[in-house]
């Protein structure tokens, strides 16, 4: 016979369980209420008064509707400590992370997992050149640049219990602010922006000892007939060449139209990570523009610009009005930084966009094993060295010994499975001045140019606009005059044949003043005209985004600043259209093309160039535009290895140029014979193959209907 629980048991069992969910709720209640206390304790104040030590008379912060704060003060150094202390309360973490980076310090927060960027940096030595810069600059601009740094400190003392949650959960204190941090965040966008030409140079160095001088100039182009240098103006629009016409010129019918000289430069990304997979890259590319009063509908000019740098939370740029004296400017901050980058005052606005100029040379040295010497045309001189000490959390510390020739620094650890001494000439080297508080003052052309002639690096494109209707362009940065060559393969350091002589001039660099056509546009390609007497760059980006302003500008229209918003979000894409014409009528005059190749291509047929999320034409032109440069080049230059590990092993991957879809657009429209795979008869088969390979990879899914462009073009944050 069965015996029961008792019923009082049962009862206070059930008593005990609840209690104990009832504590665990409690627990975690807690536990979220002081998360959510510690997080909120660490926001700024926004409203009512807030008593400063170091500043000499009040300052006004008022933040609009999206929190973004206009600084009024009484003087220029309250203005500017209390940019640092503003900006200190909405982004101190991220600031102290970027000087970190720069500086190369991630490891004393993050430990060993950082190491390999801290080595990097310091081997390049971003605070080392810092330093030289600093002492470059004005009594004045130092002056702005310590109360910068005053402001920062007074925002960190204040904060010392109620830090960010960040520094709370890696607990540590950030250091005080210093001037020099400033200026190390300022290298570290030089850095972004004009240092990774290695790969490609290296990469290309590769390609052409295996290639031959022929093929590799067909890879390595660096001009099409679309491009539009800002400086050249197209009177007469008719004139513009035909699709088919090939080069500008129109002269030239053979199958090298566009292959330019041999050039190499701006890395942006390591040569095999955008083979890593299907992906498309995601491309770092700026755009800027400004167009006359005859152009808008207002009678006055219009400026627009997209400095369309990496995703990151929180942004890159941070927003900012600031006014006191003679300054009274609204626009982008970089935070750790004082002034106003790019704005507007009330006389001028001005945009950036990257010029991508080749500044950083490496050079071959020659060292002497037994006495550690290296070679130069006065005979053997020993390196100088620099000890770089990295603090690792729960590490010992590590040591880095750093070998700087008269060149620069030897960068060979940095790239995997170099062997040779490299050493590393880059003008930031040289010491860089900032020119930004009298960019923000300045009151017209003559001052905008006198202002941005003393910017070094970066190289940016800048467009102007002011009120008295005036449009304009200027060029800036240091860009070398080389004794030979243009910095795009490795050159030897052991004589002077391929030395620096100096800068180009600033009144030479590239320029325009109220152009007759009232437009003046760039995104970051060509902008050097075909006669110009100078080297800027050996690798301009691909003309597409640039063509496409243009041609949106060029159409007659008058525009209002809606249109200029609306043009920044354009998705209409040209080259992509071309591809997938041309697969389209490979697949039409193929032999034995599948039924999956025949559907895709009445996908593509009526498909309109743009790149809509919904798109899956879009979305089977770019994959079948990168398996077509698989094809090609996996012949001659071999398959991409399993491991991506092995980054020195040359491959199909190893190609990256920014001017690559000028290179498979010559492909497709010419069809030369010396692309053209053996296993191929003709380039119809080759472009289906293409295609074939496209909709049948791994990742391709079984309804290709579905496959839509927004979900393989997405983008990580």
Excluded: C
Aim: proline share 6%; hydrophobic share 40%.
């Amino acid at each position: 016979m069965a015996t029961g629980v008792p019923a009082s048991r049962r009862s206070k069992g059930l008593r005990i369980f609840l209690w104990i969910i009832f504590i665990v709720i409690l627990a975690i209640a807690g536990i979220v209420g002081y998360a959510y206390f510690v997080a909120r304790s660490a926001l700024p104040q926004l409203d009512g008064s807030v008593m400063v030590k170091g500043l000499s008379a009040p300052v006004k912060v008022t933040r609009d509707g999206h929190g973004v704060p206009a600084i009024e003060a009484a003087s220029l150094e309250d203005l500017f400590f209390a940019q640092g202390y503003v900006t200190a309360q909405d982004r101190l973490w991220q600031m102290d992370v970027m000087r970190r980076f720069g500086s190369g310090e991630l490891s004393e927060i993050l430990g060993e997992d950082t190491l390999k960027i801290d080595r990097e940096q310091r081997i390049l030595g971003l605070r080392a050149a810092a330093k030289k810069s600093l002492s470059l600059a004005s009594p004045r601009d130092r002056s702005y640049f310590d109360a910068y740094a005053r402001g920062v400190n007074a925002y960190i003392a204040e904060r010392q219990k109620n830090l960010p949650v960040e520094f709370r959960i890696l607990k540590y204190q950030p250091k005080p602010w210093q001037a020099e941090d400033s200026i190390v965040i300022a290298h570290q966008m030089v850095k972004d922006l004009n240092y990774y030409t290695l790969g490609d140079t290296l990469a290309r160095e590769k390609i052409l000892a295996k290639l031959g001088p022929e093929l590799t100039a067909d890879l390595y182009v660096n001009h099409s007939w679309h491009d539009r240098p800002p400086t050249v103006m197209r009177e007469d629009l008719s004139d513009q060449p035909s699709q088919d016409s090939g080069d500008k010129d129109n002269d030239d019918d053979d199958d090298d139209d566009d292959s330019g000289p041999d050039n190499a430069v701006t890395r942006r990304s390591g040569p095999g990570e955008i083979w890593a997979g299907h992906a498309p890259e995601a491309v770092n590319g700026s755009n800027d523009w400004v167009v006359s009063g005859a152009h808008t509908v207002t009678g006055k000019p219009l400026l627009s610009n997209d400095m369309h740098l990496g995703h990151q939370m929180p942004n890159l740029w941070y927003e900012a009005h600031l006014k006191a004296g003679n300054v009274d400017v609204a626009g982008v901050t970089l935070p750790g930084m004082p002034y106003v980058i790019v704005g507007h005052n009330q006389r001028i606005a001005w945009g950036f966009t990257n010029v991508g100029p080749t500044v950083a040379d490496a050079f071959i040295e020659n060292f002497n094993a037994k006495e550690g010497a290296y070679q130069t045309p006065r005979g053997w001189q020993q390196p100088e060295r620099r000890e770089e000490v990295i603090h690792v959390k729960g590490q010992p510390d590590v040591t880095v010994d750093v070998r700087i020739t008269r060149h620069g620094p030897i960068i060979s650890e940095l790239i995997p499975g170099e062997t040779r001494q490299l050493a590393l000439r880059w003008t930031l080297y040289d010491g860089l001045h900032m020119p930004f508080f009298d960019v923000d003052t300045a009151q017209n052309w003559e001052d905008f140019r006198k202002a941005f002639s003393q910017l070094d690096a970066p190289g940016q494109n800048v467009v102007y606009a002011d009120v008295d209707g005036n449009i304009g362009y200027q060029t800036t940065g240091h860009v070398p005059i080389r004794a030979a060559g243009d910095g795009s393969v490795p050159v030897s350091g052991a004589d002077d044949a391929h030395e620096w002589l100096g800068y180009i001039p600033f009144d030479k660099l590239p320029h325009a003043y109220n152009p007759p056509s009232g437009v003046i546009a760039t995104a970051n390609g060509r902008i050097a005209p075909d006669d110009y007497p100078y080297s800027i760059s050996a690798e301009w980006e691909a003309p597409w985004r640039t063509a496409r302003i243009y041609h949106v500008l060029e159409s007659g229209r008058k525009f209002a600043a809606a249109d200029m918003l609306a043009l920044e979000n354009d998705i209409q894409s040209e080259n992509d259209l071309f591809a997938a014409e041309r697969f389209v009528y490979a697949v039409d005059h193929a032999a034995k093309p599948s039924a999956r190749a025949k559907q895709v291509a009445d996908l593509m047929r009526n498909w309109d160039g743009r790149m809509v999320a919904s798109s899956t034409a879009a979305t089977i032109a770019v994959r079948s535009s990168q398996e077509l440069t698989r094809l090609l080049l996996e012949p001659r230059l071999g398959a991409a290895p399993e491991d991506s590990q092995q980054e020195s092993t040359l491959s199909w991957r190893s190609y990256h140029w920014e001017m690559r879809t000028v290179w498979l657009q010559n492909v497709m429209l010419h069809q030369p014979k010396q692309w053209l795979p053996e296993k191929y008869p003709n380039y119809d088969e080759l472009l289906t193959a293409a295609v074939e390979a496209a909709v049948n990879a791994s990742d391709a899914p079984k309804d290709l209907g579905s496959w839509h462009w927004g979900s393989v073009n997405a983008i990580d944050i």
